[in-house]
């Protein structure tokens, strides 16, 4: 059967195209004609459709979203853990261990630093660690020193250095 009477409307919101969506209504039963209250009840409903439309698209996209949200909670969970683990460690460890900015400013030290030198946390933290030298070694030595570990390269030697009592101790080091 050919269509007698035909009525369009774009399913679209007026802040955003959704492409090429239409609503068709044909062959209006009864009348010959569509009216004007057919007209705004088709429109009325194509922007109804485009709101489910649109509503539809917003949940997949937070949907997608909370689950990347998820991935990175259980990320960051694990990479807190492997800190802990980390950080227990360090602290447990049997050698000193002091951990520096690249200017050699202390920055955290182990309990087993402090046992070795006198020196605690509060003494350290934000020092440079300049306050140990004993002045046993020349000039050229902390050079040396200072140039292997900025071209990145581990400085491993030999090293007397001063506790907080004054006693002096000599110490293998890796840096």
Not at 4 to 22: F, H, K
Not at 30 to 43: H, I, K, L, W
Not at 167 to 175: D, F, G, R
Request: hydrophobic letters at 40%.
């Amino acid at each position: 059967e050919p269509i007698r009477n035909l009525l369009v409307a774009a399913i679209s919101l007026p802040e955003r195209a959704l492409g090429t969506a239409w609503l068709y209504v044909t062959d209006k039963n009864g009348d010959a004609e569509f009216t004007r209250e057919d007209e705004r009840m088709t429109v009325t409903l194509a922007t109804q459709l485009a709101v489910t439309f649109e509503n539809a698209r917003l949940h997949a996209e937070a949907s997608c979203r909370t689950e990347k949200l998820q991935e990175e909670i259980v990320e960051r969970m694990r990479a807190e853990e492997q800190l802990r683990v980390q950080t227990t460690a360090l602290k447990s460890a049997a050698n000193s261990v002091v951990i520096t900015d690249s200017q050699g400013n202390a920055m955290w030290i182990n309990p087993a630093f402090t046992r070795m030198t006198g020196f605690t946390e509060a003494d350290v933290i934000g020092q440079n660690m300049r306050f140990l030298k004993s002045d046993k070694h020349d000039r050229a030595f902390y050079q040396d020193l200072w140039k292997t570990i900025r071209s990145g390269q581990v400085w491993a030697g030999e090293m007397i250095n001063r506790r907080k009592d004054g006693s002096l101790y000599t110490e293998e080091q890796t840096i």
